[in-house]
């Protein structure tokens, strides 16, 4: 069975509280009897010496004769006089014990005479005795005679305002203690209610990280333990928040990071792929004029077309291999960059220079215009860069056709432009011409010598160099490349 903390608290205090009124009134009460008791007892002692003197006045006035005579003869006067003087039941008794008088009038009945016989034989030694019988208290002290004791007085006194004096005592701390318990154990309900609904709230909170619903302030405002825990609550709440998402976050870069490996994996079985398709084409062809020659080795047209076939091929494969290992060596290794600074327009017009001649041969005319500018920059990366490009802008241009190449600085970059008159790029394949392998025309990029790296050996060398290369839109015939360099 489930007992709620508030209960458990206010019974514990009730449990206290009884405990403490309990002892409390005990004590209390012992300490008023027992003063009654002693009051009464210096009350007594002092009737008992007036009866003395009043007997021993008695006997010395009166005719000589013996102590155990006098009781007998005046005994009974003296008792009702004594009861006159004091106000008590007085009973005088002889030194045999034997009573000679008494002021009461109703004699005590049997059972009590045995309690009041034991005090009587007790106080015929010369002490004092007493004994309470119902509300009464009998008081027996001994009578002094001229030598010894003569006798015994027994003074009777009621207890009966004493004893009712205890008894509203009693009924007060009764009463006055079950109401201080009530009203105790309301005002601690009461109050353990607020603790235990604190508890509640804490114990809301804790079942709410749990569901991963994080708290946004503690869920108590209190200046004492409870607040603390509730702080301390709240506080773990946002360690947990943070950590978790600090945790989200790892997984998805992480999960990023899975798939960027996936792609560059897939690229590079393409790459592959690529690279054996690539190397095959111009292999059979050597390999079928090499099978030729062998059957047909006296047919001079044959030779010479073999030769001049085997030639061009293995000058394709040679290039191809050249630009593998370019850009496999980019991809491998961080290039130890020689760095150097670099007047861009002396670079280009350098570039154009050696450009020139090829593009002469194919009737096109390359112009340059360039802005003084300054770039830190690999200077072998960057005459390998503008080659590959002027070279594509030669390639793939048209006769008579042209090729212009502009820089100029701009928020702190330096652009570099290089515009050419030639066939231009279709839409669909300006995203993928940067792939290594990948070819607009093939027959048009073999006939002119071309692998489908050159751009990509670009790219990878422009990022190298923390640039970037665009291919722009452009409105009429030919294609515009833009590349940006941070300038110095
Ligand atoms: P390639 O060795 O075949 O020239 P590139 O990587 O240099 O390989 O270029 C990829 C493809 O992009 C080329 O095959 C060509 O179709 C196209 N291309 C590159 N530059 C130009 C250009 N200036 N004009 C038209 N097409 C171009």
New binding site residues.
């Given amino acids: 069975m489930r007992i709620s903390i508030k209960l458990k608290f206010s019974l514990f205090l009730a449990v206290l509280l009884i405990l403490a009124l309990g002892v409390l009134s005990y004590i209390v009460l012992q300490g008023v009897e027992k003063n009654q008791l002693t009051q009464t007892e210096v009350y007594l002692a002092q009737h008992v010496k007036t009866v003395n003197l009043r007997v021993k006045q008695t006997y010395y006035t009166g005719t000589r004769m013996e102590p155990q005579i006098f009781m007998r003869q005046r005994g009974r006067g003296l008792a009702t006089e004594l009861a006159g003087f004091t106000g008590l039941g007085v009973t005088l008794y002889d030194a045999q014990g034997l009573q000679v008088g008494t002021s009461i009038q109703d004699p005590p009945v049997v059972d009590q005479q045995s309690e009041v016989n034991a005090a009587l034989a007790y106080a015929l030694h010369n002490k004092i005795a007493y004994e309470a019988v119902g509300d009464t208290l009998l008081y027996l002290a001994p009578l002094q005679g001229p030598e010894e004791q003569m006798g015994v007085v027994q003074l009777q006194y009621s207890l009966k305002s004493s004893q009712s004096f205890l008894r509203t005592l009693q009924n007060l701390f009764l009463t006055t203690g079950i109401a201080v318990l009530l009203l105790s154990f309301i005002i601690g309900y009461l109050y353990f209610n607020r603790a235990a609904a604190a508890i509640g709230r804490l114990k809301k909170a804790a079942e709410d990280i749990r569901r991963a619903e994080y708290i946004q302030a503690p869920p108590v405002r209190r200046k004492d333990e409870l607040g603390e825990l509730a702080e301390g609550i709240y506080f773990m709440s946002k360690e947990i928040e943070q950590s978790i998402a600090a945790k989200d976050e790892e997984q998805r870069k992480l999960q990023l990071a899975i798939h960027k490996l996936q792609a560059l994996e897939q690229q590079q079985k393409q790459y592959i792929g690529n690279i054996s398709h690539e190397f095959k084409t111009p292999l059979t062809s050597i390999k079928a004029y090499v099978d030729l020659l062998n059957m047909y080795d006296d047919d001079p047209k044959l030779l010479l077309e073999a030769k001049a076939s085997i030639a061009k091929e293995t000058q394709r494969l040679y290039e191809m291999v050249e630009k593998v290992l370019q850009v496999s060596a980019l991809e491998k290794y961080d290039f130890e960059s020689r760095a150097e600074l670099l007047e861009v327009a002396e670079g280009l017009r350098d570039v154009c220079a050696r450009m020139s001649g090829k593009a002469e041969r194919f009737g096109i005319t390359i112009s340059c215009d360039a802005e003084p500018a300054h770039i830190w920059i690999d200077k072998e990366s960057f005459m390998h860069i503008f080659i590959?490009l002027l070279d594509?802008?030669i390639?793939?241009n048209v006769p008579q056709g042209t090729i212009h190449v502009h820089s100029e600085l701009r928020d702190n970059r330096v652009r570099i432009t290089i515009r050419?008159s030639?066939?231009?790029?279709p839409e669909e394949a300006r995203e993928r011409?940067f792939e290594p392998f990948?070819?607009?025309?093939r027959d048009r990029?073999r006939q002119s010598g071309?692998?489908?790296?050159?751009?990509?050996l670009v790219r990878n060398l422009v990022e190298k160099q923390n640039g970037s290369i665009t291919l722009l839109e452009t409105e009429g015939e030919g294609?515009v490349f833009e590349l940006s360099f941070p300038a110095t």
């Fill in positions: 590959n594509n802008a390639k793939y050419d030639g066939i231009g790029i011409i990948y070819t607009v025309n990029s071309g692998t489908g790296l050159g751009l990509s294609s």
